[in-house]
């Protein structure tokens, strides 16, 4: 066995946020600079569960300090793996002891991907082997496509690439002009919007291919948590109410499209969500949609803003073209179902 340095694989609960600093200080600096992100409001709501010792998942620790780490959440009978990143650690080989703390068993290069490997590993070992976990999904937005998905695909999980896609905002001092059916009426978003914006996107996505990455869309109690984390616990940057719009049908008063947007950093904004109602689609709403919060976008400060969407959605990334958007990075989705033998 070659000597090197002893990386240990060990249960993320043990330790507090201050020691993870380092870790998650330059993990803002790849959101900041891969993706035009300000890291600071998640890595802050991140080192609270730390703090609260109750965040499943692993930590690499070597020579006493921290270099890495993963965690997931649990949802009932479903897990979500949240993160994983590292740090490139000294220009040497090392070993890697098992959670047990034995001898070190696998020696591998010294690199960030290669702890991310192991932390992802040591995270697939738990939750596929945890019988109350009939589901795992993921969504590694930072790490480029094909990173970790053979690692993924080992394990069982079936990967969706999804593209990350940005607008530069230049010239649009002027309200776009919204031309609507009379029956539909256009205004800003509501806190009362919750309920019925969940109502809406299980009905959008029903049948939808991000359905089959994000089981939230398939019930409106999912769809609605999904809200309650983008709009109330800043689950993907600082929501922005003056950005996000609904469309309203004047007669049942039922919201039939919606925008959602939030800020991420001080230049760029993101458009968490925009989805129609079957019924209501080719009446050209979601390009309006787009439309108007660019706009606000602008007015606020913004010089860009992105979103993303799944690579088999064809006709969304044509919409998003057509609007000035172009795909600076590609992601992959992870899925995993437990098989149940009747």
């Known amino acids: 066995m070659a000597t090197g340095v002893s ?5 993320l609960r043990h330790f507090a946020a201050p020691v993870l600093r380092p870790v998650l200080d330059a993990e803002g600096e790849v959101w ?18 730390l703090d609260s010792h109750m965040l499943p998942g692993y930590a690499a620790l070597e020579g006493g300090q921290v270099t890495g780490y993963a965690f997931c959440v649990y949802e009932e009978t479903k897990a979500v793996i949240g993160d994983v990143f590292a740090l490139n650690s000294h220009p040497t080989s090392f070993d890697i002891a098992p959670r047990s703390g034995s001898s070190p068993l696998l020696q591998v290069p010294a690199s960030a991907h290669e702890i991310e490997q192991t932390l992802l590993k040591h995270l697939f070992e738990t939750l596929l082997n945890s019988p109350h976990v009939d589901r795992i999904e993921s969504q590694l937005l930072l790490h480029p496509s094909g990173v970790h998905s053979g690692l993924f695909r080992q ?10 896609m940005v607008q530069q905002l230049q010239g649009l001092w002027n309200q776009p002009r919204v031309e609507m059916d009379p029956g539909l009426e256009l205004r800003p978003w509501r806190e009362e919007d919750l309920v019925p914006a969940g109502q809406l996107i299980s009905e959008a996505y029903r ?17 609605q948590r999904f809200l309650h984390n983008i709009v109330r616990y800043s689950g993907c940057g600082v929501f922005s ?21 939030s800020r991420v ?7 968490t969500q925009v989805c129609v109602h ?5 009446l050209g709403l979601a390009r309006m949609l787009l439309s108007v919060a ?30 000035g958007y172009t795909s600076v990075h590609t992601f992959d989705a992870a899925v995993w179902q437990r098989s149940r033998i009747s």
């Open 7 to 11: 990386i240990e694989i060990l249960d």
């Open 32 to 49: 900041k600079h891969r993706l035009h992100w300000d890291y600071k409001s998640s890595s802050k709501l991140l080192m609270q569960y």
């Open 155 to 164: 394990a069982g999980f079936q990967i969706c690439q999804r593209l990350f």
């Open 207 to 223: 049948d939808h291919p991000d359905s089959v990455i994000n089981d939230q869309y398939r019930s409106i109690q999912g769809s």
């Open 241 to 261: 109410p003056q950005v996000s719009h609904v469309v309203v049908d004047r007669r049942s008063r039922e919201l039939v499209a919606v925008v959602l947007g």
């Open 265 to 271: 950093s001080s230049q760029s904004g993101h458009i």
């Open 278 to 282: 079957p019924a209501y689609r080719r």
């Open 294 to 323: 660019a706009f606000h976008f602008m007015r606020h400060g913004a010089s860009e803003i992105s979103l993303t969407v799944t690579e088999s959605n064809t006709a969304a990334i044509d919409l998003y073209l057509s609007e």
